[in-house]
DNA sequence: GCCACCGGTGGC
DNA sequence: GCCACCGGTGGC
């Protein structure tokens, strides 16, 4: 996923095909959350859509230009009326995961989920803790913009090498 | 007074 | 060492 400066959030939702490896743009946000629900037994490619062929030309590349952050395979979609944020600090550092609940509560933990639903027994039937992972996307070292400055000069992070890419917002 | 944002940490 | 979680707070 790539990250307007502006909102924090991912502005783009991109997959990669299991064949040919090539990136496809999602159009939705819930388009993308279907498919990254069921992403290790499903696993996405090009033909999945009927106008789309290995043999086109992808549509975006992954490189530096956007910020791609590599989503997390199989995340439960969000129930409906249940948005879920995924907001980019402004540092680079890490991102964060807000459910916002149908009354407009924003819930930042899953003990917050829960403590919610007891307070509000007439979303226990529609919603459940499962429907709800805070789980982050790992940010590629060399996503994070030239002009950012590390946090703590006396502490050295390790960059790690990630494997995959798979499912990525942009 | 709220809430978006950030820093710190406990537990794994 | 990572990351899910939460307390604090500055700016509105």
């Not at 439960?76 to 402004?90: A, D, F, N, Q, W």
């Not at 982050?136 to 030239?146: F, G, R």
């Not at 950012?148 to 390790?158: A, D, L, N, T």
Request: aromatic content about 8%; hydrophobic content about 30%.
């Amino acid at each position: 996923m790539e990250k307007s400066r502006k909102t924090n959030t991912a502005d783009a939702y991109a997959v990669q095909c299991g064949k040919c490896f090539k990136w496809r743009l999602i159009p939705t946000k819930e388009q993308f959350e279907d498919i990254r629900q069921n992403f290790i037994d499903d696993p996405w490619a090009c033909d999945k859509n009927p106008n789309v062929s290995c043999d086109d030309p992808g549509d975006i590349e992954y490189d530096t230009r956007n910020v791609w952050v590599i989503d997390k395979p199989n995340l439960p979609k969000p129930p409906s009326g249940v948005e879920r944020l995924l907001i980019m600090r402004s540092d680079y550092s890490k991102m964060d995961v807000n459910y916002v609940m149908p009354n407009g509560k924003k819930l930042r933990s899953s003990v917050e989920v829960e403590k919610f639903l007891e307070a509000h027994p007439e979303y226990k039937d529609k919603y459940s803790l499962a429907d709800f992972s805070f789980t982050t996307p790992k940010i590629p070292p060399e996503m994070i913009p030239k002009d950012i400055e590390p946090k703590v000069p006396s502490v050295r992070k390790k960059q790690k090498t990630k494997d995959s890419q798979s499912i990525s917002e942009v």
